[in-house]
């Protein structure tokens, strides 16, 4: 089970930490990120990270720096910090689980993010 949260409205250059508290699992054998998907557009992955061995990926649109991934594994929970964040990062952001070299993945909940100027 999933559990997502820290989603909410803020301005330009704003910030908001996002969790995803992951339960029922063993988090080091999977994979954690983000997907979002904003008003009329296709879903986009944001960042996952492998919390066994922190490996990171970010999606090619976020730039460099602005979002940071990260784990805690003695809390089985997920953030992203996010940064600087503009109007383009409005969308509802859903946290995934994928069990590594597998395909089975949960989804948890959306949390909206909401930037304003």
């Known amino acids: 089970q999933l559990q997502a949260s820290g989603g909410g409205s803020v301005q330009t250059g704003g910030s908001l930490r996002l969790s995803c508290r992951v339960s029922g699992v063993t988090l080091d054998d999977y994979a954690i990120g983000w997907w979002r998907r904003a008003p009329g557009t296709e879903r986009e992955l944001v960042s996952c990270?492998?919390?066994?061995?922190?490996?990171?990926?970010y999606g090619g649109s976020v730039e460099p720096g602005r979002l940071t991934i990260s784990s805690d594994n003695r809390k089985n929970t997920v953030y992203l910090q996010m940064n600087g964040l503009k109007a383009e990062d409005t969308a509802v952001y859903f946290c995934y689980a994928r069990r590594r070299n597998t395909p089975t993945t949960f989804w948890g909940q959306g949390t909206q993010v909401t930037v304003s100027s």
């Open positions: 990270i492998n919390a066994g061995d922190g490996e990171t990926y």
